[in-house]
């Protein structure tokens, strides 16, 4: 650390750790999803705390924060086999948070549904339709009908969980 310090690099490494790390969880997506799950899954875990600096990095504004919104999507997966909903949940509230994740773009509309899907899964409802009813509205006005799909799928899953099948169909 301090001989970073003493060269001035500090900055430059951080960003290289987020790069790295953020370069690994792209690469696991997929792979969490098939034969190789297991073995992922474990690298993952073994790199957990590497994760959770470049996450806290991102949030806490040593590189740009859509980078911590990018580690969520990539990590959902993970988030919720392994049990870290409610780590994953925090990080994506906190990113909300921020200014550079205010204005209605692409950035903010992962974020929404990732804080609307995690909120689903923990059952709070109230949170889940705030997040996701944002999204959807950003994601149509943005014409994005791939990422509108899902969310009216996760919508449409929220209203049959709350008993509202006439609010389902039409989602």
């Known amino acids: 650390s301090e001989r970073l ?4 690099d500090v900055a430059a490494t951080a960003a290289r750790h987020c790069d790295y790390y953020l370069s690994l969880v792209k690469t696991a997506r997929p792979r ?3 034969p190789e799950h297991a073995e992922w899954s474990r690298r993952l875990e ?3 705390d590497n994760l959770r ?7 806490g504004g040593g590189v740009d924060p859509v980078i911590a919104v990018k580690f969520e999507v990539a990590l959902w997966t993970f988030r919720i086999l392994r049990g870290y909903s409610t780590e994953a949940r925090n990080n994506v509230r906190a990113a909300l948070a921020l200014p550079e994740i205010g204005e209605p773009n692409v950035a903010r509309g992962h974020a929404l549904y990732l804080a609307g899907g995690f ?3 923990q059952g709070d409802y109230a949170e889940a339709m705030a997040m996701l009813t944002e999204c959807l509205a950003i994601r149509r006005a943005l014409g994005a ?3 509108t799909a899902p969310t009216l799928s996760t919508l449409s899953t929220l209203h049959l969980r709350q008993g ?3 609010r389902a169909r039409a989602c």
């Open 53 to 59: 600096a470049a996450i806290s990095l991102a949030l």
């Open 5 to 8: 310090r003493e060269r001035d």
């Open 145 to 147: 009908p791939k990422d």
């Open 164 to 166: 509202n099948i006439a």
């Open 119 to 121: 909120a689903l899964l």
């Open 32 to 34: 969490l999803e098939g």
């Open 46 to 48: 073994v790199e957990l």
